[in-house]
């Protein structure tokens, strides 16, 4: 087997010590741009290979980041992964992808699960989406020390954070929907009990009120985020009697699952019940009518993330918590009607 190049090689070819090569490679401190393209030549001529394990027990830190996620088949947070995984390719560094099924409950949190795994693997970074704020999982994040920004669900806090502004999805959602004559509204998504289901909720709630709407409770059905919840949520707004003129979602699976139950049950969208979703993701143009929704812009969360991240990672900044706050815009499609 052919040998593997080593910095003692790459400094040998180059002419430069072993401790500049190892600064270039690392990223560890200033390296000027002909001594790089220099060592980049030498690198590339003797296909040099990093290894990441043996430089992880050395410093006691891993070129990876953990991309924890409430759920993966959310293709919010998948683009959101494939976002992270590009930025962070380009710098040398490792994505590694921790999936907490959402909401659902464990003994010891899947989240607490996912930082401990950052501990055992000498992660130099988190990123964290979120659905909710736990007190435990703060804890955890304190005891770790390592560098993180959190997402979603978390606005002002000890770390640095990326969120939509609160409560405006779906307050601009029906607020369209008042908009088109509708008074009948419903709501469906996320329990109360999360820090984004009281925030998708209250923005339905902030919107009705306005218009000085009556909030009928037989009209609020509080489930999850996922295409099933959805349809459950279908299933449910079916029995009741009269039927709402439209139906506020808390995203955009939670609109298709809802828009599928209704379909099955040949209740027609949008001349009987207009639907709108929150996220914006791809299936909304292909499905069938369209999904009126709001912009949720997951490019825009994750840029800002690893932004943030790599300015700790590096020691660019050490200052105080920033917020990043990202703005949403209503999409209007063939899913809603005037009344």
Known sequence: MKKKATIRDIAAQSGFSTATVSRYINNSSYVDPDTASKIESVISLLDYKPNMVAQSLKTKKSRSILLIVPDVSNPFYSSMAKTVQGRAKKENFNITLFNTNEEEIFELSEEIKAIRLAVQMNACGIIMASIDVKETVVEELQKADIPTVVVNSYDACAY???????????????????????????????????????????????????ADFKIEENLIFETGFSVNSGYEAGRYFSSISPLPTAICCANDLVAMGVMASLRDLNISIPEQISITGMDDIPFAVLCAPRLTTVTNDSQKFANAAIDMLFDRIQGEYQGVPREVEVDRALIVRESTRRI
């Open 160 to 210: 640095d954070s990326v969120h939509g502004k609160r409560n405006q999805s779906t307050y601009l959602a029906t607020k369209h929907l008042i908009d088109y004559g509708h008074k009948r509204i419903a709501y469906t998504g996320g329990s109360k009990k999360s820090v984004i289901g009281r925030s998708r909720q209250n923005g339905y709630l902030a919107a009705m009120k306005e």
